[in-house]
């Protein structure tokens, strides 16, 4: 269990000024929940988690780990990183060049208060690294593994202290496509079967959305939005959210009025348009209607009898293999659509956009922060490779 | 392009060879001859015998030894001690001393020997002479003129370097790397020990071995400290081989290609070590944020030490130079001292002739020298690395080698060379241009490759497609292009060839002499006061010329 209420932690930038990292953040990770911190790069999830390993000192706040405080402002309390009962794995890795595999992994042990029989030691490292796929490498040099060795590694010697909680710090983004969508599901399968409490800290939403049970999107210091990731990803409650997770069309536009529960009618460029809604929104005021690529849907002929259809012309259309990413004009608008790739399109052609009213959602238009991997066409969720990093 | 092509590196590569390659065959077949220029030659082996046969040498090569080592090990444990200090724990005021630990770097060896004499000394020392008054003591605590004194003279001068070097070690090693063995359950004293240590020791190993090496080839505080406390070492050996009457050329030569052995081994071992380690390394081309260990209470010790090293080692030697150059004669701080304070020394400097004529020699060596090295080596440079001919790396391996030469084998090569050679050279500054040129050309090399690297192959190409000749490309392209490399090349070579002492001293006479070299004699004949005033105009001139070269070159809008 972790628990972390209220974390406060600046640093002094290039000029002295002083950035609040984290500002006011609360959370609670419940008993063998895999909990993800995600969002861009400097929106201090790497923070809160250094906080809570102890790595950095907060400014205030507190923060509570397996049923021992081992920070607070209010009673100055204060453990050092190496007392808690924490496993951590690094960005880096951070194994040690100068030992072996099996050193490596049974330095938390050699290190730690309690004394181990050799016999002992031998066998917590066995059975770490067979935790991880890595029996048998024991005398090995840990710089003769490959990158992805080297993560489980990394893993092993976090687990085999048996700590209370498990803290991840982007443990995956130093591995290749492949090698990492398998890593994510071994990495999944060994935190259920051991159900210990992980805390993930990520800017990949693939993996906080395949790995969690639990997501918090950050975003300049606080968290945005809290939920299963199927509800982060179906009901984003803000603009940034929605702009983050998946790709997503965006159209701006003006409330015009509610129609019944959770429902209502957007003006926008494109016409009239109907949507859900996460809050009261109060009419009149600036909104932004989000669709994703998938929910789109689109018609040769003029389709009738239903709602939200736009005539459009068809700017490109890419086959992706899996299906075809088509870009539709709509006026002054873009959409881009996914389409199976039995549909016969060409540049140029006049289609009719359905945009399901199940699938817009109705969200406060907001300044966003500038930061890379929060535009639709980077946050490609089918190729990696055009992602930020 | 076409003749250029073929020319340049042909003329480069017989530059190299005449400057590099060329002195160390004498020296050779010096070694192996009776006597210098011989109108016949026959081949002996006299001078090994001379040379190794006897067991006086062998004391020699144990002082060398244990000179060697000592200020090493010292040099390297204050170093790496400071260097952790400063980059990873929270010791107060720590920021501030990174630049005052650099500082010595300006203290030429002669002057630092000659201070540290002022300081130590069993008979009039002032350190000596304030611990005898305050603790009551009836004789000196400390005499520099011993192998102790040697060893911490020697390994004080090299601090800075072993900082330098112990601080960049620390900034490239991955913090997580501690961070993970902190997560892993181990404190500050057991990640010191089994993790940042234990990483460090490839490195240090490297930095021990630069360090071994340059003591060994160190003459400044053999020829000050040494001689004076009959403590000969291997570097004194061969300077009182040449020094003695009629010089011993033969046995001189024979000493020297042992040490230049040694040193090359030294040399060898230690690129061979630090490909090594590179191999070695984790590298996560990441911007490392270094981590700091709370030292508690403890950091004021970290402070306490840090002040005392600023104080005694940085500090004092620049103080006690500067007070004894306002004194006619040598004189304990005290009251009646103060009103013996007057200009008298350096109103002297002015009318003494042969201190103009010394200011002069160093002045123009050191700026022909820089120039001169550092065109050669931006040359040099180009054709190892742009040219693409075959075998061009040699010119590398040429331009390397005088790294693995100690100064005064190089001054007895020359000897050897030019006494000999139809270029009537020998007693001039142009045999010590030569020497500077061909001491300096390893750092040369590394400043002019680091930036030649950079320029890009299509800036050349489009200046050829321009219509500008190989020569007017070189000259209005690459070169602009390589001078903030070429500027910090410059003022570096500037700056060791201004105060160069171990090779000067075999090849500067009368006419050719430079200020080392002046300040070495006079100190020699017991001017003590004369030679501070001397130090002390040497240091500002250094000062001055490099703050000027500093503004001159940011004006027109190069960064060093």
């Known amino acids: 269990m972790i628990e972390v209420t209220s974390l406060v932690k600046t640093f002094s930038d290039r000029h002295s000024d002083r950035v609040k990292a984290v500002d006011h953040v609360s959370f609670k990770i419940e008993e ?22 102890g790595l950095e000192k907060p400014d205030s706040g507190e923060v509570e780990v397996a049923g021992t405080m081992v920070y607070s402002s209010t009673t100055g309390a204060f453990v050092p990183a190496y007392r808690r009962a924490i496993g951590m794995v690094f960005q880096s890795y951070a194994i ?105 800290v990520t800017h990949d939403q693939i993996e906080a959305l395949s790995m969690s049970n ?75 209607v989000v669709v994703r690529p998938e929910n789109v849907i689109l018609h040769t002929g003029k389709p009738s009898g239903v709602e939200n259809v736009v005539e459009g012309k068809v700017t490109t259309v890419m086959f992706l293999g899996e299906y075809l990413d088509c870009t539709i004009e709509l006026g002054r608008n873009v959409v881009r659509t996914h389409q199976p790739h039995s549909l016969q399109l060409r540049r140029g052609d006049a289609v009719w956009v359905e945009l399901p009213s199940s699938g817009c959602l109705a969200l406060s238009a907001e300044e966003l922060p500038i930061a890379g991997g929060i535009q639709p066409d980077t946050s490609d969720t089918k190729n990696p490779r055009l992602q930020p990093d | 392009m076409r003749d250029p092509a073929l020319l340049i590196p042909l003329v480069g590569a017989a530059l190299l060879i005449y400057l590099a390659v060329l002195p160390l065959f004498v020296l ?53 001690t400071l260097a952790w200090l400063v980059e ?12 005052i630990a650099v500082v010595p770097l300006i203290l030429p060896g002669v002057l630092e020997s000659i201070a540290w004499i002022f300081l130590l000394s069993p008979k009039f020392g002032y350190l000596n002479v304030a611990l005898m008054s305050l603790l009551g003591l009836e004789s000196a605590p400390f005499n520099v003129f011993s192998i102790g004194g040697m060893i911490w003279v020697q390994a004080v001068g090299q601090v800075p370097l072993a900082f330098l070097m112990m601080v960049a070690a620390f900034k490239s090693m991955d913090p997580s790397l501690e961070e993970s063995a902190m997560m892993s359950g181990a404190g500050t004293w057991q990640t010191l020990r089994r993790v940042t240590l234990r990483l460090l020791m490839p490195t240090s ?50 000493l020297a290609i042992g040490l230049l052995l040694l040193s090359a081994a030294g040399v060898w071992l230690y690129t061979r070590g630090t490909r090594e380690s590179e191999r070695f390394q984790t590298v996560t081309g990441k911007a490392f944020r270094p981590r700091q260990f709370d030292l508690g209470l403890w950091r004021w010790a970290g ?6 090293y600023f104080v005694v080692v940085v500090l004092l030697p620049f103080l006690v130079l500067l007070w004894a150059s306002f004194l006619p004669f040598f004189a304990t701080p005290n009251l009646q001292a103060l009103k013996l304070l007057s200009f008298d020394n350096y109103n002297y400097l002015f009318q003494f002739a042969p201190f103009s004529g010394a200011m002069k020699n160093s002045i123009i060596l050191a700026f022909l020298s820089g120039s001169v090295a550092m065109l050669l080596t931006s040359l040099i440079a180009w054709i190892v690395y742009k040219s693409h001919l075959p075998g061009a790396w040699a010119l590398d391996f040429l331009a390397f080698l005088p790294v693995a030469v100690p100064g005064i084998v190089l001054g007895m090569a020359l000897i050897l060379l030019y006494v000999a050679f139809p270029l009537p050279i020998y007693g001039t500054i142009w045999l010590l241009l030569i020497a500077y040129v061909t001491k300096y050309l390893p750092y040369g090399m590394r400043a002019a490759s680091g930036s030649i690297i950079q320029v890009h192959r299509e800036l050349e190409e489009a200046a050829a497609a321009s219509g500008a000749s190989w020569w007017q490309t070189f000259k209005r392209v690459t070169l602009p292009l390589l001078r903030p490399g070429f500027v910090a090349g410059w003022i570096y070579i500037f700056i060791v060839s201004f105060r160069e002492f171990s090779t000067s001293i075999l090849l500067a006479t009368g006419e050719s002499r430079v200020l080392s070299i002046l300040l070495f004699t006079m100190f020699e004949q017991g001017q003590v006061t004369v030679v501070a005033a001397i130090g002390v105009v040497m240091i500002l001139t250094l000062l001055t010329i490099v703050a000027v070269f500093y503004k001159v070159s940011g004006r027109v809008g190069i960064q060093p």
Request: proline share 5%; aromatic share 8%.
């Open chain 2, 28 to 80: 050779v077949l010096g070694s192996f001859q009776v006597e210098v220029a011989p109108r016949q030659f026959a081949l002996t082996l006299q001078n090994y015998l001379a040379a190794y046969a006897s067991p006086y040498t062998y004391s020699t090569f144990r002082n060398s030894l244990v000179f060697a080592s000592g200020s090493a090990l010292l040099a390297f444990a204050l170093g790496t």
């Open chain 2, 205 to 254: 190993a490297s930095v021990l071995l630069i360090l071994l090496v340059r003591s060994l080839e160190a003459f400044e505080i053999p020829a000050l400290i040494g001689i004076p406390a009959r403590i000969f070492v291997y570097t004194s050996e061969i300077f009182l081989a040449y020094n003695e009457y009629p010089p011993d050329y033969g046995r001189g030569a024979a």
């Open chain 1, 32 to 53: 063998g929940r895999f909990y993800t911190l995600l969002g861009p790069s400097g929106c201090g999830k790497t923070t809160t988690l250094r906080c809570i390993a």
């Open chain 1, 96 to 200: 040690w060049p100068h030992l072996t595999v099996f050193e490596n992994v049974a330095f938390p042990l050699r290190v730690g208060k309690q004394r181990y029989s050799a016999e002992e030691m031998r066998r917590k490292v066995q059975n770490a690294l067979e935790l991880v796929e890595l029996g048998g490498l024991e005398s090995r040099m840990a710089t003769q593994l490959s990158g992805g060795q080297q993560q489980r590694l990394a893993l092993a010697r976090a687990l085999v202290r048996e700590p209370q909680v498990l803290l991840l710090d982007e443990p995956l983004s130093n591995l290749d496509a492949k090698l990492r969508e398998r890593m994510r599901v071994e990495l999944r399968e060994l935190q259920r079967r051991l159900r210990i409490t992980t805390l993930y």
């Open chain 2, 88 to 99: 990873r724990t929270n010791t107060p005021l720590r920021l501030v001393f990174i630049p």
């Open chain 2, 303 to 308: 402070f306490g030490f840090l002040a005392l």
């Open chain 1, 214 to 288: 639990v997501i918090a999107v950050m975003s300049a210091g606080v968290i945005v939005q809290e939920g299963p990731p199927r509800e982060i990803y179906m009901h984003p409650k803000t603009q940034f959210v929605a702009q983050f997770i998946g790709s997503t069309n965006q159209l701006a536009g003006r409330m015009r009025g509610l129609q019944g529960e959770g429902a209502c009618q957007v003006e926008t460029d494109v016409g009239k348009l109907s949507c859900g809604m996460a809050k009261d929104i109060p009419v009149g005021s600036e909104v932004v």
